[in-house]
Each structure stands twice: as structure tokens, then as C-alpha cells.
């Protein structure tokens, strides 16, 4: 079976957050941990990556002398926050799955069997984003059991609002005046057309050939999600797959609220 990544894009949105910490000085509070930003900085610069690399690499990245960036990478490998592979190169460790397993954890174990009766109904991934600052973020993500190509889509995967299906059933939840300046005005206007019927769809925004549906999924208590399917191709309208996305996103609803 082949897969596809959908957040290899995506990535790219991860790299401009590591980006935005690297600008602010890290000594701009006396509240805040040089040390601990540096270290969140580094794990961001493996997310964005997407693959394994050298502490050389990320030493450059960083913009530090390489002696703390050493002790830097050894300490998030003690907490198995970063491993290495054969080749003394460094990757995201398994620790941090444990770790956003806990994230909304009544919410994903809600929507987990949710979602995989619907990717078992429509032969596709789908797979929960939650707004997060100005980006929609992956919860969770389910594959098909079995097809000849799946797209993966893995929690941690970010975009930024208004881009693909996802981010504008997560925006258009949202009052406009707290939309996003950077907004084009296609992005304005699809997202207001997805409030007017019901669900989002695009295609190639975040991967070449990629489409994707999402539908609002809204919780007491929780910040604005989405209910999303991604696919390459589809004998079913996108209004017929955001059907079956709505039905999941109100199974979900009752899961949690009674």
C-alpha cells in the first residue's frame, strides 16, 4: 500500500512557527526559560524537517555554539523526546506520542471508533484538527485498513487557517473579526461559502492532486474542531462525503455531551 503525506506541507507551516520563536529574543521575559525555548526550538526544527538529522544540521539551525547544542540534545534524549538512528542522526522520540495521546484525551477516545466507522464507509483517511492559535492542527487521524494508495495524516500536522478544507471549517467557526489579516480574498471567500453550505472542500491547496472535506465539529468547553477526509480521488460528491463527515461529527457530539 502506498501512502502519502499530507503533511509534508504542512511541515513548512511548523519550520515558520520554530521561525517566529527564533526571532523573539529569548531573554524577552524574566519569566521565560532561555534553555527551555531552546529546547522547545529544537523539536520544532525536527517537526518541520520531517526526517532525521545531524546535530550539525541543527546546531545551524538553532544559531548556537554546538557544545550547547549538544547538552540540549542530550537532555531531550534522556527524556526520549528526540533518539537517534543508526547513523548518530537525531529524530522526533516516542515519548511525544505518549505525550499528545493526552491531549483532549476524553475527545479522542470519543472520536477514535467514530472515525474509523466512517474512514470503514468511505474507504478514506479521516481525521480530527482543533484550532490552535492561527493554525489548524491534526488531533487525530485514522487510515483505511486496506487500499491500494491512503493518504497519512499525522496528529501534529499544521496548516495555517483559511488553507485547504480543514483550516476553513475551523475558521469559519470563528467571528470574522478574528479572522487572519493575511487572509487572501479567495480564502475569505471560500471560507464564507463554507459557512453557507455547510462544509468545506478543496483541492491541491496543501498537496498537489490532494482533496480534502471537512465539517465543523463544535464541543462545550473545547476550541473550535473539524472533522476532516482526504483523498486523491472519490466516486462520491464532496457533499455526499460531508454527509457522512457530519454524521461522524455529530456521533462524536453525543459521545461526549449525552
Known amino acids: 500500500m502506498t501512502k502519502i503525506a499530507a503533511g509534508t506541507s504542512a511541515g513548512k507551516s511548523t519550520a515558520k512557527s520554530?521561525?517566529?520563536?527564533?526571532?523573539?529574543p529569548a531573554d524577552s521575559s524574566s519569566v521565560t526559560s532561555q534553555t527551555l525555548s531552546r529546547g522547545i526550538r529544537i523539536l520544532e526544527i525536527l517537526a518541520a524537517h520531517g526526517g532525521a538529522m545531524s546535530s550539525?544540521?541543527?546546531?545551524?539551525?538553532?544559531?548556537?555554539?554546538?557544545?550547547?547544542a549538544y547538552r540540549l540534545l542530550r537532555t531531550l534524549e534522556l527524556h526520549r523526546l528526540v533518539v537517534r538512528d543508526d547513523r548518530g542522526h537525531y529524530l522526533l522520540g516516542p515519548r511525544l506520542a505518549s505525550l499528545a495521546a493526552t491531549v483532549e484525551r476524553d475527545l479522542q477516545q470519543a472520536a477514535a471508533p467514530i472515525l474509523r466507522a466512517a474512514v470503514d464507509d468511505l474507504g478514506v483517511t479521516c481525521f480530527l484538527v482543533r484550532l490552535d492559535g492561527d493554525e489548524a492542527i491534526t488531533l487525530l487521524s485514522v487510515?483505511?485498513?486496506s487500499s491500494i494508495v491512503s493518504v497519512a495524516q499525522h496528529p501534529g500536522?499544521?496548516?495555517p487557517l483559511g488553507v485547504g478544507a480543514p483550516g476553513r471549517a475551523v475558521l469559519c467557526q470563528l467571528p470574522q473579526h478574528e479572522w487572519p489579516e493575511t487572509l487572501s480574498d479567495e480564502q475569505r471567500a471560500a471560507t464564507l461559502a463554507t459557512l453557507e453550505q455547510g462544509y468545506a472542500s478543496s483541492h491541491?491547496?496543501?498537496?498537489?492532486?490532494?482533496?480534502?472535506?471537512?465539517?465543523?465539529?463544535?464541543?462545550?468547553?473545547?476550541a473550535?474542531?473539524?472533522v476532516a477526509a482526504a483523498f486523491l480521488s472519490h466516486e462520491l460528491t464532496d457533499a455526499q462525503v460531508a454527509a457522512r463527515l457530519h454524521a461522524a461529527a455529530a456521533e462524536i457530539t453525543v459521545a461526549l455531551e449525552g
Open 56 to 68: 550539525a544540521a541543527i546546531t545551524t539551525e538553532l544559531g548556537l555554539h554546538r557544545s550547547i
Open 157 to 159: 500536522t499544521e496548516h
Open 204 to 222: 491541491d491547496e496543501v498537496i498537489h492532486g490532494l482533496k480534502s472535506v471537512a465539517v465543523a465539529l463544535q464541543i462545550r468547553g473545547s
Open 224 to 226: 473550535a474542531l473539524a
Open 18 to 24: 520554530a521561525a517566529r520563536s527564533a526571532e523573539k
Open 143 to 145: 487510515e483505511p485498513r
